[in-house]
């Protein structure tokens, strides 16, 4: 199934704006509210960016290692694997948006701003109920 789906939409500014557009239904449920945002792909606009209002994941769990490990590392690897397209997911840990640039490839670990960021100790749920630092932890 991998295969033909690579084979029928094959990266391109339509399949990037097509996928867009579906994760924005299709994802609604579990972060909430999305938009489609346009952004600069191969030096022309585009609408690849699906935009997370106020991500109700990271706002339930205030953490932002579950954020992390939980959310975007799946996403961007489950999104790689399956459709055959890079997407970058930027976490903003200050507004709790969240923006996927899908066509984009995300940055190594080494590099990625979002693995950098601390734990948020004083509101952390994991932190308060379990006493443990869950950004320290990045599940391979």
């Known amino acids: ?3 033909q789906i690579r084979t029928l939409l094959p990266q391109s ?4 704006e097509l996928y867009a557009v579906f994760t924005t239904f299709l994802f609604a449920w579990l972060v909430g509210p999305c938009e489609v945002k346009e952004s600069e792909m ?3 606009g ?3 960016v699906v935009h997370v209002k106020k ?7 205030s953490c932002a ?5 939980l959310c975007k590392m799946p996403t961007q690897r489950f999104i790689k694997d399956t459709l055959g397209m890079p997407t970058n997911m930027v976490p903003n840990f200050d507004d709790m948006s969240c923006d996927m640039i899908i066509g984009q490839d995300p940055p190594a670990p080494a590099d990625d701003p979002a693995l950098k960021q601390p734990c948020y100790r004083i509101i952390c749920k994991a932190k308060q109920k379990h006493s443990t630092d869950c950004s320290n932890y990045l599940l391979d």
């Open 1 to 3: 199934m991998k295969k």
């Open 13 to 16: 500014k339509f399949t990037r």
């Open 42 to 44: 191969e030096g022309e």
């Open 46 to 48: 585009e609408k690849n």
């Open 55 to 61: 991500c109700r994941f990271l706002e339930e769990t």
């Open 65 to 69: 290692g579950m954020c992390i490990n």
